[in-house]
């Protein structure tokens, strides 16, 4: 069974800082993986969203990257500002195809805060 | 687009009473999928469906627990009779593909008294 640990569950950073946050995964067989942002009592935002067969994916201040093999991802987020605190969580879709496949598999998420 | 829609938002009920979350997808999409959040076990997926078909129902806790997807616009999650153990935030996602993106709606926080 596929496993989504990430680490750290908290970080406080002053504002302006780079950082990065970590998702590991015990089970390479993956389809793709996607980073989400949670704000506090709302959904979820999709922020990336990477194939298995990419390294990485950039959005603005953010990017994202995959190693399948070693079972990790990090999210880097650069200049960080207060408007980015938020639980960030990375989830997992399997490889194989249908039969119960398609839902993803999360992380607990790392509760970030930025200080101004 | 309006997103994900889900209704009601908040749901304070008492042991032993039925409960009906609600979610419209958006407009398009095959895919639609049944999340829970708790503090001890993070977001684990309770039931999907494609083309209003339910296809992995394995992570639905108990019988006490149903999900229907009528038509390709509402989907509906029961729990009857519900427990203080139930309470949590479900959430509910849409997808164009199997593996697209998925999209979230706000959530249904629930409160089992």
């Known amino acids: 069974k596929q496993e989504v640990t990430q680490i750290p569950a908290a970080l406080s950073v002053p504002e302006g800082e780079n950082l990065v946050l970590n998702c590991s995964f015990t089970d390479s067989a993956i389809y793709n993986l996607q980073w989400f942002r949670q704000d506090p009592g709302k959904g979820l935002t999709s922020l990336l969203l990477?194939?298995?067969?990419?390294r990485e994916q950039t959005s603005g201040r953010l990017n994202a990257s995959l190693d399948k093999s070693s079972g990790r991802s990090t999210l880097y987020i650069a200049a960080s500002q207060p408007g980015d605190s938020a639980t960030y969580l990375c989830?997992?879709?399997?490889?194989?195809?249908?039969?119960?496949?398609?839902?993803?598999?999360f992380g607990k998420g790392t509760h970030l805060i930025i200080q101004p | 687009d309006a997103g994900v829609i889900q209704s009601p938002r908040h749901e304070v009920t008492e042991m032993g009473q039925e409960v009906t979350l609600r979610c419209k997808p958006i407009?398009?999409?095959?895919?639609l999928f049944w999340y829970r959040q708790t503090m001890m076990r993070g977001l684990e997926l309770l039931i999907y469906?494609?083309?209003?078909?339910?296809?992995?129902d394995s992570g639905m806790p108990e019988d006490r627990f149903s999900a229907k997807m009528p038509n390709a616009s509402f989907s509906t999650l029961k729990i009857q009779p519900s427990e203080p153990r139930d309470s949590a935030v479900y959430f509910c996602?849409?997808?164009?593909?199997?593996?697209?993106?998925?999209?979230f709606g706000p959530g249904t926080r629930l409160l089992v008294l």
């Open positions: 989830a997992l879709r399997g490889e194989d195809s249908g039969g119960g496949a398609d839902g993803l598999t």
């Open positions: 469906f494609n083309n209003n078909v339910p296809i992995d």
């Open positions: 996602a849409s997808s164009q593909s199997s593996r697209g993106t998925q999209y």
């Open positions: 407009s398009g999409h095959d895919y």
């Open positions: 990477i194939q298995s067969s990419q």
